[in-house]
């Protein structure tokens, strides 16, 4: 039996290239284990409307639904700034594009 490497096209974070990335500026993939995909904005609607378009473009561009572990939700109401931070944890593999590349070669590979 012989051991197959799988080579993933990864950023300088760790993450797939052609990962989706939310669209507005204030929204980032951070880098921790489970990383935090944060939505911020203050206006908590909006926020949560960009964290389920981008749930829907990455589960398209994963092939399956995305590991989410624990939403985070941070805010401050103070009176003339108030801010909602939204953070998706979701888990680095899925990120990185391992479930697809994972299918993408197993497609390819010659059952005998």
Known sequence: M????IQLEL??????????????????VQEVPYRPVEFRDDDLPSALARASSWLRQTQDWL???VDVIAV???YD?????????LKLLCNDEDLAGV????????GTVTRQ
Request: proline share 11%; glycine share 6%; hydrophobic share 20%.
């Open 2 to 5: 012989s051991e197959e490497t």
């Open 63 to 65: 092939g399956e639904p």
């Open 77 to 85: 109401d103070t009176k003339g700034s108030p801010y909602y931070n």
């Open 11 to 28: 950023n300088d974070s760790g993450v797939a290239v052609d990962l989706p990335m939310p669209a507005n500026q204030r929204d980032q």
């Open 72 to 74: 985070h939700l941070d």
């Open 99 to 106: 479930p697809r590349v994972v299918r993408k070669h197993e």
